[in-house]
């Protein structure tokens, strides 16, 4: 237990295990894959029309970001060498993986997805939505993954406020819920802010969209504030992901 | 014959105690990843307890602790702390079955029931479990509803084990 808890030296056999368990799992999500099936099935012509649509609007506006986007990169690039500093950004390469199924216990907090190590993904790999960061991949079989999702208790994030810069650790609660942790009481900080990864720790990448903060509070005599905060991601709802896998940029060094 | 009611074989129903511990695996996988239901007890502790109070020639450690592991990689959880629960409850169960046994089913629920304290205050202090609003009153229904299940769930039980041995 000791091991498993605080190293990872358990971690092929625990993916062992799960590669015994995934033919169960897989017998257990039936009833979710069927109602997700009828679902669809009854989806009628008009509302996938609407949803097209929809797409065709959202995809219009995405590509027009995007221009934007590499001229942005362009710029940040041109502006690190007059400053003579390396390049702290790195693009990742994506994989969309489907969401099996979605655990929220009172133990942990997880996703089940269909992508496994015979798809490339590996361990402690980003994953994040359309909305923002969901999870890291903590264990994997050959066929299927598990994610730890942000809300998750066991879980901790080195993120930052956007509008200030200052640093924090985000802490999973459960039910929907996370606190921020190590934000002093001389810091600006209010509710509304946008809080995103910092990059530390180099697990998670810099500047995805975590959590939104919902309730500041000061305690009389102690020097950090009580904060907490709503996750971007969709966590009940997604059905799509992304796992992101680092694929650092040719940098000058001067 | 009197062997056979009092200690059930292995032999004679080995496909019956297979499939029991698969079925009930899957029932309570289900209803963690597919109904995201987080109070009813699980079916294999269960089904573990009635093994161990009618094949009496085994001492059932190892499939708890085997069980065990299955529950810590299907709910995520340190590796060995269900293990750890499941081999604790089989050994209390080891130590009085024959007495168990003799019981009538209202005082064996009771009983199991208060296994099912014992295995929520254990979870308690190992996994630190998040309950908060109505999850902290679903996390101590749980013995309560095994007290209910277990009367239900031995008839099954003993009906399909009897179809087994004597078939």
Same mark, same amino acid.
Do not use: C
């Given at each position: ?6 190293? &990872? ?67 940040? *690039? ?15 390469? /994506? ?13 942990? &907090? ?13 361990? *402690? ?16 079989? =050959? ?15 080195? /993120? ?14 459960? &039910? ?33 969209? /975590?959590?939104?903060?919902?309730? /500041? ?5 102690? =020097? ?6 709503? =996750? ?17 940029? *040719?940098?000058?060094?001067? | ?46 089904? #573990?307890?009635?093994?161990? $109070?009618?094949?009496?020639? %085994? ?17 995520? $959880? ?14 209390? @169960? ?13 005082? %064996? ?12 205050? @254990? ?20 013995? #309560? ?8 769930? $031995?008839?099954? @039980?003993?009906?399909? $084990? ?6």
């Amino acid at each position: 237990m000791v091991m498993d808890h605080y190293s &990872h030296l358990l971690s092929n056999f625990r993916n062992l295990l799960l590669t015994t368990i995934d033919p169960i799992e897989r017998t257990a999500t039936l009833p979710l894959d069927i109602y997700n099936w009828m679902q669809q099935d009854y989806t009628t012509i008009n509302q996938l029309q609407m949803r097209n649509q929809q797409l065709e609007t959202e995809n219009l506006l995405l590509k027009a970001q995007q221009q934007q986007m590499g001229k942005l990169k362009l710029e940040i *690039n041109r502006l690190n060498r007059l400053l003579g500093t390396a390049s702290q950004m790195s693009s990742s390469s /994506v994989q969309i993986a489907n969401v099996n199924s979605y655990s929220e216990t009172p133990l942990a &907090h997880f996703y089940t997805l269909n992508k496994g190590s015979l798809d490339g993904v590996k361990i *402690n790999q980003t994953v994040i939505d359309a909305k923002g960061l969901i999870g890291q991949i903590t264990s994997l079989t =050959p066929s299927s993954s598990r994610v730890q999702l942000i809300t998750d208790p066991d879980i901790q994030v080195p /993120v930052r406020i956007q509008r200030t810069g200052q640093r924090g650790i985000l802490n999973g609660l459960g &039910h929907n819920q996370l606190s921020l942790m190590f934000i002093p009481t001389s810091s600006s900080i209010k509710e509304g802010d946008l809080i995103e990864t910092s990059g530390l720790g180099n697990i998670f990448p810099e500047g995805h969209p /975590v959590a939104i903060v919902t309730k /500041v509070n000061l305690l009389k005599g102690e =020097p950090y504030y009580e904060i907490f905060a709503r =996750p971007m991601a969709d966590l009940n709802l997604s059905q799509k992901v992304l796992i992101l896998s680092k694929k650092p940029e *040719n940098t000058d060094v001067r | 014959m009197s062997d056979k009611v009092f200690s059930l074989r292995f032999s004679d129903i080995k496909w019956l105690f297979i499939f029991s511990y698969f079925i009930s695996v899957v029932i309570d996988s289900m209803m963690i990843l597919s109904f995201n239901v987080n109070f009813i007890p699980y079916l294999t502790l269960l089904i #573990l307890l009635f093994w161990s $109070t009618q094949i009496l020639n %085994q001492t059932h450690l190892f499939s708890a602790f085997v069980l065990g592991l299955l529950f810590d990689a299907s709910m995520s $959880t340190p590796l060995g702390s269900h293990s750890l629960i499941f081999v604790t409850i089989t050994f209390l @169960m080891l130590r009085s079955r024959l007495r168990f046994k003799g019981y009538p089913l209202w005082q %064996q629920s009771i009983i199991v029931g208060s296994y099912f304290i014992l295995f929520q205050v @254990m979870s308690w202090f190992i996994f630190h479990p998040v309950l908060k609003g109505n999850a902290l009153f679903y996390y101590w229904s749980e013995p #309560l509803l095994a007290i209910l299940i277990w009367p239900v769930l $031995t008839q099954i @039980m003993h009906k399909l $084990t009897h179809r087994s041995v004597f078939s």
